[in-house]
T-cell receptor, first 109, second 115 residues
């Protein structure tokens, strides 16, 4: 079973920040938080991962709470092409990633 | 292109046919995976290969038979499938690294329809 909880769907206006929450209250000390997204009929795409500290790359920012029980993926300026299902996954460095149902993000004009 | 190439993109096969799905990566990764994605279901991990050895088989029926001849290629051989096996089959690869996590790179998948 997936060890994360995400809202099934969210809407975001184009150009605004999209903040996608994820709860992972049973995360272990050696487990990372990964985010992937899947655009319709394509394979999932890796976005970002983190352990304790907040992380940022060219695609997104990842904010992890101090107790590590939840995190938020931030797309700073959402575009229509960011419409996708976003998956939050926890796993060990060599763990096999178990995908849940994710959050379907719809970016609207 | 992600660096992981899957062929064919689409496949229609009868229940008595034998076919194979192919996955190829030239990213220097040592681990490869097969996932199944049925309509309205989460991705299901089917098989894991690390350094060409199968390290996990998630209770997959024997009508699915994986093969990993080298670290760059992964096959999924199919025979006597059922209509409920119709799904998107995704291949992924990753560096098999003990010391640090790496994201998976997925292919675009093979859309399989069993008739």
């Amino acid at each position: 079973d997936a060890k994360t909880t995400q809202p099934p769907s969210m809407d975001c206006a184009e150009g605004r920040a999209a903040n996608l929450p994820c709860n992972h209250s049973t995360i272990s000390g050696n487990e990372y938080v990964y985010w992937y997204r899947q655009i319709h009929s394509q394979g999932p795409q890796y976005i970002i991962h983190g352990l304790k500290n907040n992380e940022t790359n060219e695609m997104a920012s990842l904010i992890i709470t101090e107790d590590r029980k939840s995190s938020t993926l931030i797309l700073p300026h959402a575009t229509l092409r960011d419409t996708a299902v976003y998956y939050c996954i926890v796993g060990r460095s060599q763990g096999n990633l178990i995908f849940g149902k994710g959050t379907k993000l719809s970016v609207k004009p | 292109e992600t660096g992981v190439t899957q062929t064919p993109r689409h496949l229609v096969m009868g229940m008595t046919n034998k076919k194979s799905l192919k996955c190829e990566q030239h990213l220097g990764h040592n681990a490869m995976y097969w996932y199944k994605q049925s309509a309205k279901k989460p991705l299901e991990l089917m098989f894991v290969y690390s350094l060409e050895e199968r390290v996990e088989n998630n209770s997959v029926p024997s009508r699915f038979s994986p093969e990993c001849p080298n670290s760059s290629h992964l096959f999924l051989h199919l025979h006597t499938l059922q209509p409920e096996d119709s799904a998107l089959y995704l291949c992924a690869s990753s560096q098999d690294e003990n010391r640090a996590p790496y994201g998976y790179t997925f292919g675009s998948g093979t859309r399989l329809t069993v008739v």
